[in-house]
């Protein structure tokens, strides 16, 4: 089972409504929460961990989770709010986001509430804006040095939001010290201008796998994507995938989220989701699973919102 942890937000999406003008809908969302529903439309195994408001926004979040096949009995329940994000979208640019997060039940998140991780879970997946804000960030991190240690797979989707940085410096310190824990780091192209400016991607790439990342993974929008594969033996292999060409007919909310989650549903579902199993990850397989995300990725692109394929989409 793959278990995704961190925020679980309200995405007020930009739409335009008739006599109206451009409006705000809610959507629930979130990084982590969107990979947790993108694997489990794809029929695996999985649950998220993260605190839901009891009101009726927690309600939305909780419906669609389960909706989806996606376990919610790590849930904690809290009369905090949750977390709003505000997605301003422009064709031929990247969505733009504005976040209230201010005792919110995503970002109040404390160690203490952790609960004892099911002993069938294979994969941690953890990321985004969880880990710029505390105490959510401290719990999360507490969560992955603890479980890196007993051998489960821990899956990194950085998702930076420059704007909720205060201390760049300090932030790539913590990135620094939770990629040295990681098996998989899935990093777009722009986080990549975030944390090594002006580097070619497989200079970033290279750089991720000196951190200790075994699999470092770049998405390049339009221009496909890349991995960078460290084995036992110090040999590198790099692999490269075109896009998808399907024209973005809505926005490009989620397709990062669901590139993450079916590129890890799809080595769960080919019991290839262990340490060993990833290092030792053939060329053809590991062009495979990202060809399988990219079609993914690509899917999200053409509806409103995240809302990801299920598995005959993909694979018809």
Request: glycine letters at 8%; hydrophobic letters at 45%; one cysteine or more.
């Amino acid at each position: 089972m793959i278990l995704c942890c961190g925020e679980a937000v309200i995405d007020m999406v930009q739409t335009n409504v008739s006599g109206l003008g451009d409006v705000f809908f809610p959507i629930p969302g979130g990084c982590s929460y969107n990979t947790s529903i993108a694997i489990g439309r794809l029929g695996v195994p999985v649950a998220f961990l993260g605190r839901l408001s009891t009101g009726f926004f927690g309600e939305i979040q909780l419906r669609r989770l389960r909706e989806n096949n996606v376990k919610d009995n790590l849930l904690i329940r809290c009369d905090q709010n949750p977390v709003l994000a505000f997605i301003k979208t422009e064709e031929g640019k990247d969505p733009q986001y504005a976040f209230y997060d201010e005792g919110t039940a995503d970002r109040m998140f404390t160690a203490e509430e952790l609960p004892p991780v099911p002993a069938e879970t294979t994969c941690i997946v953890f990321g985004s804006i969880s880990m710029n804000m505390e105490p959510v960030a401290t719990t999360v991190e507490t969560l992955i040095m603890r479980e890196a240690g007993r051998n489960t797979v821990i899956a990194f989707d950085p998702n930076i939001r420059p704007f909720m940085i205060d201390d760049r410096d300090a932030y790539l310190k913590r990135f620094e010290k939770w990629a040295a824990v990681c098996t998989i780091a899935k990093i777009s192209g722009e986080d990549f201008e975030f944390i090594f400016p002006g580097a070619e991607p497989e200079d970033a790439l290279q750089k991720v796998i000196d951190f200790g990342v075994r699999l470092a993974i770049v998405t390049l929008g339009a221009s496909g994507a890349a991995a960078m594969l460290r084995r036992d033996d110090g040999s590198i292999t790099s692999v490269s995938v075109p896009g998808v060409h399907i024209p973005v007919i809505a926005d490009t909310v989620g397709a990062g989220d669901t590139f993450h989650g079916a590129f890890l549903a799809w080595l769960e579902s080919r019991n290839k989701m262990s340490h060993n199993a990833i290092i030792n990850l053939n060329d053809a397989d590991l062009r495979a699973a990202l060809i399988f995300a990219n079609k993914a990725a690509s899917i999200v692109c053409t509806r409103r919102g995240a809302e990801p394929p299920v598995l005959g989409e993909i694979e018809p």
